[in-house]
């Protein structure tokens, strides 16, 4: 059973306008949230993080907002970028978990010039 | 920052041949280690983690081991590799509540 999910596979955004990447999860206990983006055959880098304590954190063109009533997050990038085109996965932490991170799925953002 | 190597970058075996994948971690002390594998069209799937020398714990059950002879190892075992193994392993590291550094990645593909 995914306790991360990223229901969208892929999303096709034109370069200037705002990309909305949706994560929910299931598990009340996760309280640390992370987004990395990967490009092919390389490994995640990591973009921003969000804990539960907060509803939203900026770090540039990058926003993550929490709803934790609604156990679900987002990445807004605003503008998005053709460099931005890459896969982007959500993850999210237990406490007390040893730190393990579990990762959604991902969603491929492209962003058309 | 944390620097995570990993190697070999593409690795070509047989079904039934062995596997050792080797990650080693600079700029940090005792950290958590992790080896996570994506499939074609799966996301990311912790297969173990350490939180020190000698301890792994397993998320799946499958057929490969990890060992941590040292602080900063980690490796990914096989004693003989099935085509669904083939994929993209990840070994990635992290301290506490710190994001996770992430290596460059191995594409295993066996034949």
């Known amino acids: 059973d995914q306790q991360v999910k990223q229901n969208s596979p892929s999303l096709s955004v034109q370069e200037g306008r705002i990309s909305i990447l949706n994560c929910d999860y299931t598990?009340?206990?996760?309280?640390?949230f992370l987004w990395y983006k990967k490009y092919p055959a390389e490994g995640p880098t990591f973009l921003i993080s969000i804990s539960s304590i907060k509803d939203k954190n900026e770090d540039g063109r990058f926003t993550v907002f929490l709803n934790k009533s609604a156990k679900h997050l987002s990445l807004h990038i605003v503008p998005s970028q053709p460099g931005d085109s890459a896969v982007y996965f959500c993850?999210?932490?237990?406490?007390?978990?040893?730190?393990?991170?579990?990762f959604g799925k991902g969603t491929k953002l492209s962003v058309k010039p | 920052s944390q620097t995570i190597h990993q190697w070999p970058a593409t690795l070509v075996q047989p079904v039934g041949s062995p596997l050792s994948l080797e990650c080693t971690v600079e700029?940090?002390?005792?950290?958590?280690l992790y080896w996570y594998r994506q499939a074609a069209g799966r996301g990311l799937q912790l297969l173990f983690y350490?939180?020190?020398?000698?301890?792994i714990s397993s998320e799946v059950p499958q057929n490969l081991s990890a060992s941590r002879p040292q602080d900063r190892q980690f490796i990914l075992s096989s004693k003989k590799l099935l085509l669904s193994d083939s994929g993209f392993y990840l070994c990635a590291s992290r301290q506490g509540r710190l994001k996770a550094f992430f290596g460059q990645g191995t594409r295993l593909t066996v034949v």
């Open positions: 598990n009340s206990m996760f309280d640390y």
């Open positions: 993850a999210a932490s237990e406490v007390g978990s040893q730190g393990n991170l579990i």
């Open positions: 700029g940090t002390s005792n950290p958590n």
């Open positions: 350490s939180v020190g020398i000698g301890q």
